[in-house]
């Protein structure tokens, strides 16, 4: 069983930045972990993440503008140059060997 917590979220312009955290009660036996995403209406999204192999992926749509990093039990996302499409429900997630884990999401908000 992984707990996440999310952090960071909140209200920013166009154009600003925001770094979101999230905190693992363990990291035993994690495969991968990385954040996902889900605006109004939309299905949740990978934006980025670590994979099994230590690699990272992202979304093209984030792609030079945000940046997935990792220290230990912690995750995080370097969001730069906000757009108001990034505007959504940001959630940390974490796989387990074949278990996947989800944290509650933290609300990201990109006002034009």
């Known amino acids: 069983q992984v707990q996440l917590v999310e952090s960071g979220g909140g209200l920013v312009q166009a154009g600003g930045s925001l770094r979101l955290s999230c905190a693992a009660s363990t990291i035993f036996n994690i495969r991968a972990m990385g954040w996902y995403r889900q605006a109004p209406g939309k299905q949740r999204e990978l934006v980025a993440v670590f994979t099994s192999t230590g690699s990272t992926n992202y979304v093209d749509s984030v792609k030079g503008r945000f940046t997935i990093s990792r220290d230990k039990n912690m995750l995080y996302l370097q969001m730069n140059s906000l757009k108001p499409e990034d505007t959504a429900i940001y959630y940390c997630?974490?796989?387990?060997?074949?278990?996947?884990?989800w944290g509650q999401g933290t609300q990201v908000t990109v006002s034009s």
């Open positions: 997630n974490a796989r387990q060997l074949n278990r996947n884990f």
